[in-house]
């Protein structure tokens, strides 16, 4: 093989702690009939370089190690393997522990964290650990919704994506009272286009707790976070979500709709407070 395919001649010691990337659950259909359907895990990774903290990562979990490895490669924190005398994960700790070669952890870390950018990416996300304490203080109160107010949101909701049948590329986020879209705002990431519906209505003075949202991505934990801030109790979404994201909907008394597309949704979670009065021809 060439120099350059050649593998290192030094590895880490890693554990080998990869889980699962989906898991099963339960869902009503469009029917009111229960299903057994899968979704994505999403777990919190934080990974720690000789004791020092650098990011929390939200992950499936498949590959851990390699994860972690590439991670701090890409962000030029380590530049070389040789640095890295192994990577532990322990997901009861919700850790990645690496430990170096000559235990100084990584040189001018704190300049090198400062000019970290995330990007606004699927996935790229950061979480920041004053959110996820603070999000437990909440909790939304129960409301009611009607599966005619679903497929009207849908119906109203097919004529707004102008910039994404323009040029594509792009996620939306929509607050809604009833089936009547209020503001709808497309971006690169639904990350931001949900905070901009909040700074928007932060101005305003509006109250979410009689609205809902939808949006066009998964519905992942940092998504039901923004909208649980916004005390917004109903979230649909054309595509799924995750096993974390589905598990603090259920902390916060959320309902989680989500492949929601023409006549077809899943409940989620909150199907006792759904109202399914137009249920479609079979």
């Given at each position: 093989m060439a120099d350059a395919e050649k593998p290192s001649p030094h590895r880490p010691r890693l554990s080998d702690?990869?889980?699962?990337?989906?898991?099963?659950?339960?869902?009503?259909?469009?029917?009111?009939?229960?299903?057994?359907?899968?979704?994505p895990g999403e777990r919190p990774l934080t990974i720690k370089v000789d004791g020092k903290e650098i990011v929390t990562l939200m992950t499936l979990g498949s590959h851990p190690e390699e994860l972690v490895l590439g991670y701090l490669r890409n962000q030029q924190l380590m530049a070389e393997i040789a640095d890295i005398a192994s990577v532990l994960v322990d997901w009861d700790k919700e850790t990645a522990a690496v430990t170096t070669t000559h235990g100084r952890g990584i040189a001018d870390l704190e300049e090198k964290l400062a000019k970290i950018t995330v990007s606004t990416g699927c996935g790229q996300g950061t979480l920041f650990?004053?959110?996820?304490?603070?999000?437990?203080?909440?909790?939304?109160?129960?409301?009611?919704?009607?599966?005619?107010?679903?497929?009207?949101?849908?119906?109203?909701?097919?004529?707004?994506?102008?910039?994404?049948?323009?040029?594509?590329?792009?996620?939306?986020?929509?607050?809604?009272?009833?089936?009547?879209?209020?503001?709808?705002?497309?971006?690169?990431?639904?990350?931001?286009?949900?905070?901009?519906?909040?700074?928007?209505?932060?101005?305003?003075g509006v109250d979410g707790l009689d609205k809902i949202m939808f949006a066009t991505g998964r519905l992942t934990s940092e998504i039901v976070m923004k909208a649980a801030h916004m005390r917004i109790?109903?979230?649909?979404?054309?595509?799924?979500?995750?096993?974390?994201?589905?598990?603090?909907?259920?902390?916060?008394?959320?309902?989680?709709?989500?492949?929601?597309?023409?006549?077809?949704?899943?409940?989620?979670?909150?199907?006792?407070?759904?109202?399914?009065?137009?249920?479609?021809?079979?």
């Open positions: 702690a990869g889980l699962a990337p989906t898991h099963e659950v339960t869902a009503l259909d469009q029917f009111g009939q229960s299903r057994q359907i899968h979704i650990s004053c959110t996820v304490d603070k999000i437990y203080e909440l909790k939304l109160p129960p409301v009611s919704l009607k599966q005619s107010t679903v497929y009207g949101l849908l119906t109203g909701m097919a004529k707004l994506n102008r910039i994404y049948r323009q040029a594509g590329s792009v996620h939306a986020c929509a607050l809604c009272r009833g089936d009547e879209v209020l503001w709808f705002v497309e971006d690169v990431g639904r990350h931001n286009a949900a905070d901009t519906i909040s700074g928007r209505m932060w101005l305003s109790p109903v979230l649909i979404s054309r595509s799924g979500v995750t096993q974390m994201g589905l598990d603090l909907a259920q902390d916060l008394g959320m309902i989680i709709i989500g492949r929601a597309r023409g006549k077809r949704f899943l409940v989620y979670h909150g199907g006792e407070h759904v109202t399914f009065d137009a249920p479609p021809e079979s």
